[in-house]
C-alpha cells in the first residue's frame, strides 16, 4: 500500500487527542473508516499506536513517526499554497507606494523596467508617508513600497536600493546654517522635529541619531511632522533641525538658501529599499523590486565609470 496525506492526517489526529473516536469526529469521518486506515497504515510500519479502553497511545515508533509526519504535511502545505499564489494570483494592477526621497526620481526607469516583463498589468503609483508605509504594506493598501531603512523585517521582505549620506537640514537662521559638514557628535544638542507621536520606535530612533547619543534624550522641537513636506516646513519656519539625505530635498523642491543642510560625518548612510510582504510570492511583486535593483546597479555602475573618468 502506498501511504497517502490521509493516513498521516488520520495518524496524527489519534497522537494529538489520544482517542479513535474523538480524532474521528475532529476529522469529520466514522470511527471504523479511521480505525481501519490506520491498520492499513500500520501495515506498512509497524505497529504505532497501543490501544487501551481509555484511548490510544503511541509507541516508540509512532513517536520517531511524528515529526515525520508533521514535516511532510507542512510541506506539502507550503508546496500548495506557492502554486496556488503564482497560478491563481496574476495581477491585474501592481500597486506601488513611494516615500518621497526614497529613489522617487528613479520611478520612470523602475516602470520602464517593469513594463518589459509585465505590460499587461497597469502600475499604480501613490505617495506614501514614511512612518505609515509599513502598516500600508500589512493592510494591503500597497504591493510594494519604495522606503528607507530601518524598517522591520519580520513581515517584509525588503531589497537595497541606494544608499546616500546623512545630512541636518535646518532653516536659513540656524546656528549652523553657514557650516558644511561637521562630526554627528556637534550637532545633537540642537532641537530636532519628531514624527508622529505612534511611530515605531525604531524607525524614529534612526532620524533622531539615538545610537550617538550615549543614551541621553534629544532634545524635541515643539511641532512634530508626518510627511516630508511637513518636515520640510517645520525646518524653514525655525522649528527645529531634522535629518535626511540628499534625495530629501530634491522630493520636496526646497532650495538650499531655503532649507541649508550639512553633512553629517561619521554616521551610517541611509539606504533606500523596495519592500513587500514576505509571504507575497506573486512574480509581479518580486519583478517590480528586482527590476528596481537592477536599475540602481546599472546607474551606480554607470557614475563610477564617469567618475572614474574624470579622475583620470
Given amino acids: 500500500m502506498d501511504v497517502e496525506l490521509r493516513h498521516l492526517r488520520y495518524f496524527l489526529a489519534v ?20 480505525s481501519e486506515q490506520i491498520r492499513l497504515l500500520e501495515r506498512e510500519t509497524g505497529p504505532l499506536f497501543k490501544r487501551h479502553p481509555r ?21 506539502t502545505r507550503a508546496a500548495v499554497q506557492t502554486a496556488r499564489d503564482i497560478g491563481a494570483s496574476r495581477l491585474s494592477q501592481l500597486r506601488v507606494g513611494v516615500v518621497p526621497g526614497s529613489c522617487s526620481h528613479l520611478i520612470s526607469a523602475f516602470a520602464a523596467a517593469y513594463r518589459a516583463a509585465f505590460s499587461e498589468c497597469a502600475l499604480t503609483i501613490r505617495e ?30 525588503s531589497y537595497d536600493l541606494e544608499r546616500e549620506p546623512l545630512e541636518l537640514f535646518i532653516g536659513p537662521n540656524h546656528p549652523l546654517a553657514e557650516s558644511t559638514q561637521l562630526p554627528v557628535e556637534d550637532v ?47 525646518i524653514m519656519a525655525g522649528n527645529g533641525a531634522a535629518v535626511g539625505t540628499p534625495s530629501t530635498r530634491r522630493s520636496v523642491g526646497i532650495s538650499r538658501s531655503e532649507m541649508p543642510s550639512v553633512l553629517l560625518l561619521c554616521v551610517e548612510p541611509s539606504m533606500a529599499v523596495a519592500v513587500h510582504r ?34 583620470a
Wanted: proline fraction near 7%; charge should be negative; charged fraction near 20%.
Fill in 15 to 34: 497522537a494529538e487527542w489520544g482517542s479513535f473516536s474523538r480524532a474521528a469526529e475532529v476529522l469529520k469521518v466514522t470511527q471504523p473508516t479511521l
Fill in 278 to 311: 514576505r509571504n507575497d510570492r506573486r512574480p509581479e511583486v518580486g519583478a517590480f523590486c528586482l527590476g528596481a535593483v537592477q536599475v540602481c546597479k546599472a546607474l551606480a555602475t554607470l557614475s563610477e565609470g564617469l567618475h572614474g573618468e574624470s579622475g
Fill in 55 to 75: 484511548g490510544a497511545y503511541l509507541t516508540p515508533a509512532g513517536t520517531a513517526m511524528m515529526p515525520l509526519a508533521e514535516d511532510a504535511l507542512r510541506a
Fill in 188 to 234: 545633537l544638542d540642537f532641537p530636532i522635529v519628531h514624527g508622529t507621536p505612534d511611530a515605531k520606535p525604531q524607525m524614529m530612533d534612526y532620524w533622531l541619531l539615538t545610537r550617538y547619543r550615549n543614551g541621553e534624550l534629544p532634545r524635541i522641537a515643539g511641532n512634530s511632522a508626518v510627511s516630508v513636506a511637513e518636515f520640510g516646513y517645520q
Fill in 128 to 157: 506614501a508617508t514614511y512612518f505609515q508605509a509599513p502598516e500600508d504594506l500589512l493592510q494591503d493598501r500597497f504591493d510594494v513600497i519604495l522606503t528607507r531603512l530601518p524598517i522591520e523585517d519580520e513581515h517584509f521582505l
